[in-house]
């Protein structure tokens, strides 16, 4: 099965749960195809606020994010023994790469959304059976959970359902979005089987390809 994991940039803060990581990609790496599309988190935001200080524009801005997204591609490929060696910055270099049996590693690609829709893309791009959004958040609430206690967490959505929910978010250079309405929109259109689950614990990524699973499933045949 091809497989294509987004993974948050809050994950790249500490080497023990990088590696964590890269041991359930590689495991899964066995009897898959694996791609991974890696966030920017909190440095992202961090240098995108003091760019957005000194004057630049949105555009600019992502492409700070973008570089961030990267660093953190690199930081997991330094953790993997049969990656790519340097993060892939478009999506038709990854066919050459999954070819030899290697997991294809990617960070932001182009202005304009974030690693969520890279991964939403990248879906599509190669007809990935899977795409697994890993988040800090164990899947889509009708509002910010970490806001609203009282927040409700959807087990089952349609890619039309998920894209009203998320429409109402702004789409700044470096906004906190479960899944960003680019992404949503590429959902809709490609109907890509998406689930999008807490990664605190690595082994939710394995679990999630074989179905096991407490987050939110976004499906167009439910
Ligand atoms: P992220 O993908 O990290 O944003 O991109 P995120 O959804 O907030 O994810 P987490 O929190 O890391 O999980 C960071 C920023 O980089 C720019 C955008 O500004 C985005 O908000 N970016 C990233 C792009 O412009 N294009 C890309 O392809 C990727």
């Known amino acids: 099965m091809k497989v294509v994991i987004s993974l948050g940039g809050i994950f790249f803060v500490d080497a023990a749960h990088i590696k964590a990581v890269a041991a359930v990609l590689e495991e899964l ?3 898959h195809t694996i791609y991974v599309v890696t966030g920017g988190g909190q440095p992202a935001r961090e240098y995108i606020a003091i760019a957005r200080e000194l004057g630049a524009n949105e555009a600019v801005c992502d492409y700070i994010g973008i570089m961030a997204t990267r ?23 990854v066919a050459e790469v999954t070819a030899k049996g290697v ?9 304009g959304y974030t690693t969520d829709a890279v991964a939403a893309i990248l879906a599509e791009y190669v007809n990935a059976e899977l795409l697994l959004s890993v988040t800090s958040v164990d899947g889509v609430y009708d509002a910010d959970p970490n806001v609203y206690p009282n927040a409700k967490k959807y087990e089952r959505l349609t890619p039309k ?7 109402k978010e702004e789409l700044k250079a470096g906004s906190r979005i479960v899944i960003d309405p680019i992404a949503a ?9 998406t689930i999008v689950i807490d990664g605190s614990n690595p082994r939710n990524i394995s679990d999630a390809v074989i179905g096991k699973h407490s987050g939110t499933e976004i499906n167009s045949t439910q």
């Open 161 to 167: 359902e998920l894209l009203s929910i998320v429409m």
């Open 185 to 193: 929109k590429i959902i809709e259109r490609s109907g890509t089987k």
């Open 29 to 31: 790496a066995n009897s």
């Open 71 to 93: 660093l953190n591609a690199k930081l997991l490929i330094s953790a993997l023994h049969n990656a790519c060696p340097e993060p892939l910055a478009d999506y038709k270099e």
């Open 103 to 111: 997991i294809a590693v990617l960070g932001g690609v182009s202005p």
